[in-house]
């Protein structure tokens, strides 16, 4: 009886934290009536620590999705479709060193180009091309651009974890 509730309250803790992303999700969709928001479901990672892609299933069906298209969760910009076949597609995830995204800083509107970092242990990213005078702290909030039109305008990328001066350019 006792392993039997052990379970059943497994079970329900993770009814109730789907339910607390869902909720998210729902709040996110409803904050950014602009985008055109379809839900779909990671079903695989690559494993290798040179590629950062996903698959996702697409719950909405067949054709919604095209290469270049952004992929969003409610904590902001997860990558971009590269690949679709049927209802499922890969997705070139923001850490990925092929990834590169114009973006500004939230708080003074510095631009600058997120890197995936390529850090075999780390899900981590680098801000380049910032002017030498642009103010940059740990913790300001990074949002695509909108330029080029790839990604919606404001979406949030990141927050700034790190400040490192280069001394050349």
Same mark, same amino acid.
């Given at each position: 009886?006792?392993?039997?509730?052990?379970?059943?309250?497994?079970?329900? %803790?993770?009814?109730?934290?789907?339910? &607390?992303?869902?909720?998210?999700?729902? #709040?996110?969709?409803?904050?950014?009536?602009?985008?055109? %928001?379809?839900? &779909?479901?990671?079903?695989?990672?690559?494993?290798?620590?040179?590629?950062?892609?996903?698959?996702?299933?697409?719950?909405?069906?067949?054709?919604?999705?095209?290469?270049?298209?952004?992929?969003?969760?409610?904590?902001?910009? $997860?990558?971009?479709?590269?690949?679709?076949? #049927?209802?499922?597609?890969?997705?070139?995830?923001?850490? !990925?060193?092929?990834?590169?995204?114009?973006?500004?800083?939230?708080?003074?509107? &510095?631009?600058?180009?997120?890197?995936? !970092? #390529?850090?075999?242990?780390?899900?981590?990213?680098?801000?380049?091309?910032?002017?030498?005078?642009?103010?940059?702290?740990?913790?300001?909030?990074? $949002?695509?651009?909108?330029?080029?039109?790839?990604?919606?305008?404001?979406?949030?990328?990141?927050?700034?974890?790190?400040?490192?001066?280069?001394? &050349?350019?």
């Amino acid at each position: 009886e006792l392993a039997r509730l052990e379970e059943e309250r497994i079970r329900l %803790l993770g009814v109730m934290q789907e339910n &607390a992303r869902l909720r998210a999700m729902v #709040g996110f969709a409803e904050a950014n009536p602009q985008l055109q %928001l379809r839900p &779909a479901r990671v079903i695989a990672k690559n494993i290798s620590p040179y590629f950062r892609v996903l698959r996702l299933r697409l719950d909405a069906g067949e054709g919604i999705a095209r290469p270049n298209m952004p992929v969003v969760a409610p904590s902001g910009l $997860v990558g971009q479709v590269i690949s679709v076949a #049927g209802d499922y597609c890969d997705v070139l995830l923001t850490v !990925d060193t092929d990834s590169r995204i114009d973006i500004l800083v939230q708080r003074n509107r &510095a631009r600058g180009v997120l890197e995936g !970092d #390529g850090r075999d242990d780390e899900y981590r990213a680098r801000v380049s091309y910032l002017l030498e005078g642009d103010d940059v702290a740990v913790g300001d909030v990074l $949002v695509t651009s909108g330029y080029g039109g790839r990604f919606p305008r404001e979406i949030v990328v990141g927050r700034i974890t790190e400040v490192e001066a280069r001394r &050349a350019g």
